[in-house]
C-alpha cells in the first residue's frame, strides 16, 4: 500500500528523530567554552557579559535566543556605514550589504571578510545555519539561501546583537 505524503516511513520517522535527539543532547551548555579561536579578551564569565549588556542583548548574544521581528531600529538603518557586534564592537557588515528581506530583522547578502563564525543549529529539529561574532562568539542569527544575488545569501541578524557607525 503506497503511503500518504504526510506520513513518513518508520525508518524515516525514527532518522529523522534520532538525529533530532542527538542535536539538542550535543548542544553544549556553553556554546562558546568550546570555541578557542576568540579573541581571549573576549572570554568573559557570564557575569562580567551580564553586567556589560543589556538583558535583551545578552539573551541573543550568549545564550542564542531570537528578539521579536520589527522591534529593532537598526532594521531601518538606511544611512553608509558599518554593522558591528553589540557584544564587542567587531565590524560585520557593510551597509552595502544590508537589504530589506520583510522579515523584520535586519538582513545582508553578505559579512564582512573572516566577520563571522558559523555552525549548525538544532533548535528546531531541522538543521539551520547559525553565525557568531568571530571575535566573541556573540550569536548574531541565522544564515538561509533565499537572499539577493550575488549570494544568494541572506544573513538575518537579531538587531540587538549590533550596533551602527556611520562613515565619517
Same mark, same amino acid.
Given at each position: %500500500?503506497?503511503?500518504?505524503?504526510? &506520513?513518513?516511513?518508520?525508518?524515516?520517522?525514527? %532518522?529523522?528523530?534520532?538525529?533530532?535527539? +542527538?542535536?539538542? &543532547?550535543?548542544?553544549?551548555?556553553? +556554546? &562558546?567554552?568550546?570555541?578557542?579561536?576568540?579573541?581571549?579578551?573576549?572570554?568573559?564569565?557570564? !557575569?562580567?557579559?551580564? #553586567?556589560?549588556?543589556?538583558? !535583551?542583548?545578552?539573551?541573543?548574544?550568549?545564550?542564542?535566543?531570537?528578539?521579536? /521581528? &520589527?522591534? #529593532?531600529?537598526?532594521?531601518?538603518? *538606511?544611512?553608509?556605514?558599518?554593522?558591528?557586534?553589540?557584544?564587542?564592537?567587531?565590524?560585520?557588515? #557593510?551597509?552595502?550589504? *544590508?537589504?530589506?528581506?520583510?522579515?523584520?530583522?535586519?538582513?545582508?547578502?553578505?559579512?564582512?571578510?573572516?566577520? $563571522?563564525?558559523?555552525?549548525?543549529?538544532?533548535?528546531?529539529?531541522?538543521?539551520?545555519?547559525?553565525?557568531?561574532?568571530?571575535?566573541?562568539?556573540?550569536?548574531?542569527?541565522?544564515?538561509?539561501?533565499?537572499? /539577493?544575488?550575488?549570494?544568494? *545569501?541572506?544573513?538575518?541578524?537579531?538587531? $540587538?546583537?549590533?550596533?551602527? *557607525?556611520?562613515?565619517?
Amino acid at each position: %500500500m503506497k503511503r500518504p505524503f504526510l &506520513f513518513p516511513s518508520r525508518r524515516t520517522f525514527l %532518522m529523522g528523530l534520532i538525529s533530532a535527539v +542527538v542535536g539538542f &543532547f550535543s548542544r553544549s551548555t556553553d +556554546v &562558546f567554552a568550546a570555541v578557542t579561536s576568540l579573541d581571549p579578551k573576549w572570554r568573559l564569565t557570564k !557575569e562580567e557579559w551580564r #553586567s556589560r549588556l543589556s538583558l !535583551e542583548a545578552y539573551k541573543v548574544l550568549r545564550e542564542e535566543a531570537t528578539e521579536r /521581528p &520589527f522591534s #529593532s531600529a537598526i532594521n531601518n538603518e *538606511k544611512r553608509e556605514g558599518t554593522f558591528c557586534c553589540a557584544g564587542c564592537d567587531h565590524p560585520l557588515f #557593510s551597509s552595502s550589504t *544590508k537589504f530589506d528581506s520583510g522579515t523584520g530583522w535586519p538582513s545582508f547578502w553578505q559579512p564582512l571578510e573572516e566577520a $563571522v563564525n558559523t555552525k549548525v543549529d538544532y533548535q528546531l529539529i531541522i538543521p539551520r545555519t547559525e553565525y557568531h561574532c568571530s571575535s566573541c562568539g556573540g550569536h548574531q542569527g541565522h544564515v538561509f539561501n533565499d537572499g /539577493p544575488q550575488p549570494t544568494g *545569501k541572506r544573513y538575518c541578524n537579531n538587531g $540587538v546583537a549590533l550596533t551602527f *557607525k556611520t562613515n565619517s
